[in-house]
Every structure is written in structure tokens, then in C-alpha cells.
């Protein structure tokens, strides 16, 4: 990413960030969750048997159209506002990752969920799926949920109707591809969500889901700042944002090997939300 890019990038998620803070507060919005920290370290069903592609093989692919033509998507009803946090009983909390998937780090980010058996979600982008399908086989064998997190990480609100309609169906064909199943949740990139990204993640079979405590690891703040970030904001219900790419996440990968433990020791179960049926 280019410097410039990446200095808008930061301003907006300032941005975002400020408003998606404010309606944090609005309340618990969702969807009980399912099992746990501890008993999730042995593999759960997940999509079976992929190629690994070398990387010039789907170099060639289109961005669309990856085999062949799928089922529709099972449609969801179209919120107004995305999910915040979970709802249920108990200490649980879910943990989530933005902008990946990322060779240098997403790895080191993995091995300390699978050394405390916990599956987390992956809000991936489809250009960076392409480059690192074997990270997305990786997270179907280990348990995570994948979700679509665009192609390109645009604005959604500056693009029109099939722009955003692109960025989400490819992303979406591409993590089918790679991870086995498509994405039954949606993040809109800076937490900039509008009533198109709605409508279109609803006929996409998707949720749409925010958070609730932003470590501010994009801001690279500090492996200190961000372990507080995490263990001053835990609480039941809520839905952690970290990053495992978009910059140098060094403090990221080193912030979850602290703050994890604290959590599970602190009685938290950290789990994946499962969609009513
Ligand atoms: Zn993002």
C-alpha cells in the first residue's frame, strides 16, 4: 500500500471509528453463540479436501466466476444497523480480525488461537484471499469463521449500487474458493455501512456485523495500549476488533499472546457466533 493510501486509509477509520464508537453504545443487537474456547482445539467439520493452488495459477482466474454455478444464497432480512455485540448467557466474548488474510502475520495470530483452542472470526479481503488461499484452508481446518470484508477495502459509501454489489460477491466466490463454504457474515470496510451494503449483504445470505471494542491496533499504538484496550474492555457480550493486516501488525501478534491468556484466565469463552436458523 502506498504511503499517501495509507494515510487516508488512517483518517478514515479516525473517522469511522469516532461515529461506530458513538453507536456502540445503542445496544445488544444478535444471535446466540456456540461453543467455546476449550473444547474447540480438535477440528470441527469444515470443507473438505482443497488443491493448493500455486499463486500463478489463480493469478489467472477472473475475480468473478470462480467453478461452477452455485445454489442462491439463502436470503436474511435487511438490518438498519449492523450487529454490535452478542447476545446470550455468560462470560463470552467474540474475537475478530480485519483486512487479512496476511502471510507475515496472520500465521503467528493462528498458532496463538489453536495454543488456546480458540476459533475466532476473519473478516478477509478478497484481493488478499487470492494471495494467501492456503492462509483461508488453514482457518476452515482450524475452525475460524470467515467473513466477506470486500474485495478492495473501499469506502462503501462513495460507490454506487454494482460497485459495492463487485466488491462483495467477488470477495465472496473467492473465499468460497479458498475456504470451502461462502461467508454468512459481512463488515463493511472503516465500519462505513449504508443502506445498499445492507440490502446487498441480505440478498448475499449475510449478516452484517461490527464491534464493540476497537483495540486501535491500525494505529499501531503500542503492544501495551492495545493489550489494555483488550482487557479494559472485556465484558460479555462483546466483539473485539483487531487487525492481521493493513500495516505492520508486529504489535498485534505480540498484544494476543498477552491479552488471551488474561481473558481465558479472567473466565471469558471466546467463540464464534452462530446465525439462527
Ligand atoms: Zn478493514
Redesign the pocket.
Known sequence: MQKDQLFTRRRI?LAGGAALGAAGTAGVILAATEETARTAAAPVAGPQARQALAPSAFRLQPLTGYGPPRAAPRKVKVREEPILRISGRGRRMVLTF??GPHPEYTPHILDTLARYGVRAMF?V?GECVVENKELLARMADEGHVVGN?TWT?PLLTELDRGEIRDEMESTSDAIEDAYGERPQWF?A??GAWNRAAFQLGADMGMEPMAWTVDTTDWDEPGTDTIVDRVEEGAAPGVVVLS?DA?GDRSQTVHAIREWLPYLIDSGYTLSVPRRRV
Do not use: K, Q, T
Open positions: 477509520l480485519d483486512d473478516f479481503c470484508h477495502h463488515r470496510p472503516y487487525h493493513g
